[in-house]
């Protein structure tokens, strides 16, 4: 019976994460311009421009997703993606947030980035990763779901816009679930850190939120679908980027090779004792390298009531606090203890 419940758990997760992160979202237009832009329908040539125009600030994610049924083209979140603003001496670094699998940035961040700006900081959000040889392709709006390594190219590009924009020598990178484990494909292998020269490195300090660093198994799901060989269904179906987050893959390997971190650079990993997407949730967490340090929490640490998942993460505003608390570390504020439920939230509280 056990065994049964489990399975049933692992498929709802799985179904969950394929409709909630993205297939209820179409935003075609934007996409058509985009793949004009870049010289094909794939959309992996470069990542799609931020729109301007911004969506309101929300406090759930459903309702992030709903609102994105309504915009066309795509919507930026609230604060987000404002090509003139200037880092202030207080906060130096522009934030950029990287969304998670089939996600994009306005349903990932429609709470975190005006309370990041609000904060007093400059706040970049991307979509990435389009694929064209998925049936998700079919489904416009979905981002996150093409090879990781091409994604990571993408978000080096995007850096370097946003750097050059504000006039930052480095900035702060904060994903959810993909989004942690791009922003490390980023570092590693797109020329985000220089492990020779610390100095030289892109990046200042990593904030990872249910990332996928060590692989998920979605409660045994995703190794049933390597074991049975099902990797290249499950490609063509949901994109390179969910076999190559399956734990063990060879995508992990390459990235995890050597150790988790690059000199240099400070990590702040966040998971949830909740999280039915990345299993073990413990799994998000690293270990620190030499030259790094790394500060893994545990969101339910000090705080029983938060029932957080790997949907709500992002809308959660125990996490929202943690976030800000990493990104100014000698100043932090205070983190919050907030009731907070599974997929809705504390907007359901």
């Known amino acids: 019976m056990n065994t049964l419940i489990r399975a049933r758990r692992a498929a709802s997760s799985f179904i969950l994460c394929a409709l909630c992160l993205g297939a209820l979202n179409p935003q075609a237009s934007a996409q058509t311009v985009a793949d004009s832009a870049s010289g094909g329908g794939s959309g992996?040539?470069?990542?799609?421009t931020p729109s301007p125009y911004q969506g309101p600030q929300l406090r759930s994610f459903p309702a992030g997703v709903a609102?994105?049924?309504?915009?066309?083209?795509?919507?930026?979140?609230?604060g987000a993606n404002d090509w003139h603003c200037k880092p202030s001496a207080a906060h130096p670094y522009p934030v950029i947030l990287v969304h998670g699998t089939y996600e994009d940035a306005y349903d990932n961040w429609a709470l975190m980035a005006p309370e990041v700006q609000q904060a007093g900081y400059c706040v970049f959000a991307l979509d990435y990763g389009r694929d064209a040889h998925d049936l998700l392709e079919l489904l416009p709006g979905v981002y996150g779901d093409g090879e990781i390594g091409e994604s990571a190219k993408q978000l080096a590009a995007f850096v370097d816009k946003v750097l050059a924009a504000t006039g930052a020598g480095k900035a702060n990178l904060v994903g959810h679930s993909q989004g942690g484990l791009l922003i490390r494909a980023y570092l590693k292998l797109a020329g985000g850190a220089d492990p020779a020269d610390p100095a030289r490195n892109r990046v200042e300090h990593v904030v990872s939120i249910g990332g996928s660093n060590h692989g998920t198994t979605v409660y045994g799901l995703a190794l049933l679908v390597r074991e049975l060989n099902l990797l290249g269904l499950a490609a063509a179906v949901a994109g390179p980027s969910f076999g190559e987050q399956v734990a063990g893959s060879p995508f992990l390997q390459e990235v995890n090779a050597g150790g988790d971190t690059e000199p240099g650079i400070d990590y702040t990993v966040i998971g949830s004792r909740y999280?039915?997407?990345?299993?073990?949730?413990?799994?998000?967490?690293?270990?620190a390298g030499p030259g790094a340090t790394v500060h893994d929490i545990t969101v339910q640490d000090g705080c029983p009531i938060d029932w957080t998942d790997h949907l709500s993460e992002s809308y959660d505003p125990r996490i929202i606090g943690l976030v800000k608390a990493a990104l100014d570390p000698a100043n932090p504020p205070p983190v919050p203890c907030v009731h907070t439920l599974p997929l809705f939230g504390a907007g359901a509280s």
Request: glycine share 4%.
């Open 275 to 287: 999280d039915e997407i990345v299993t073990p949730y413990q799994s998000t967490f690293l270990s």
């Open 44 to 48: 992996l040539a470069g990542s799609v």
């Open 67 to 78: 609102v994105s049924l309504l915009f066309l083209p795509r919507i930026s979140p609230k």
